[in-house]
């Protein structure tokens, strides 16, 4: 059974930093590309970022050169590296497999001062 869990959200200050987790179970974590998603209360989800199972990262224009996704294939583990995090509140960030349709339970980040 497909499982995935996200990690290491919290509360984080306008312009800091905060790297999420997400461990995957159940599939063949490298045979598939992983992507993390973000909602916030009352907003559509919202794509993040992309990484293939070759490594190559695609990110929406918001989070360009500031978010940083990654893959650990020993580890069956996502990350996603946040910088320079601006203050819009709170949101869910969700860990996906785009091809299986599979999310996580998503961690909460919150960005206020």
């Known amino acids: 059974q497909v499982h995935l869990v996200e990690s290491g959200g919290g509360l984080v200050q306008p312009g800091g930093s905060l790297r999420l987790s997400c461990v995957a179970s159940?599939?063949?974590?490298?045979?598939?590309?992983m992507s993390w998603y973000r909602q916030a209360p009352g907003k559509e989800r919202e794509f993040v970022a992309r990484?293939?199972?070759?490594?190559?990262?695609t990110y929406a224009d918001s989070v360009e050169g500031r978010f940083t996704i990654s893959r650990d294939n020993a580890r069956n583990t996502l990350y996603l590296q946040m910088r320079s995090l601006t203050a819009k509140g709170a949101a869910v960030f969700f860990c996906?497999?785009?091809?299986?349709?599979?999310w996580g339970q998503g961690t909460q980040v919150t960005v206020s001062s």
């Open positions: 996906n497999i785009p091809t299986l349709g599979q």
């Open positions: 159940g599939f063949p974590f490298d045979d598939y590309a």
């Open positions: 990484v293939e199972t070759f490594g190559g990262p």
